[in-house]
């Protein structure tokens, strides 16, 4: 079991940054891989950015490629997401979430933190 509590989230203008964060606790954090996902209203639940348990591999999502930046210190149980030119389409609550080793599934998520950008 661990948990996750995410932190960062705000009001922005097109063209700025955030940086969210997720903490975790319980478990040894460095035994996960971590993701972002968010959720726009009225829209599914969709795949952000995805880090390798030792931090090596990182994935994201078309939309985002070369704007977002995915890291993780493990011995703070923290994961990031720098979001730079963000967009009104980026506006959505963002979600961590963690995958075990050997699973495919992400089975422990944060509460979410809302990014509002404006145009």
């Known amino acids: 079991q661990v948990q996750l509590v995410e932190s960062g989230g705000g009001l922005v203008q097109a063209g700025g940054s955030l940086r969210l964060s997720c903490a975790a606790s319980?478990?040894?954090?460095?035994?996960?891989?971590m993701g972002w996902f968010r959720q726009a209203p009225g829209k599914e639940r969709e795949f952000v950015a995805r880090?390798?348990?030792?931090?090596?591999?990182?994935s994201y999502a078309d939309s985002v490629k070369g704007r977002f930046t995915i890291s993780r210190e493990n011995s703070k149980n923290t994961m990031y997401l720098q979001m730079n030119s963000l967009k009104p389409e980026d506006t959505a609550v963002y979600y961590c979430?963690?995958?075990?080793?050997?699973?495919?599934?992400?089975?422990?998520w944060g509460q979410g933190t809302q990014v509002t950008v404006s145009s």
């Open positions: 979430a963690a995958q075990d080793t050997g699973t495919n599934n992400y089975d422990f």
């Open positions: 319980g478990r040894t954090f460095s035994r996960y891989a």
């Open positions: 880090i390798s348990n030792g931090g090596v591999v990182t």
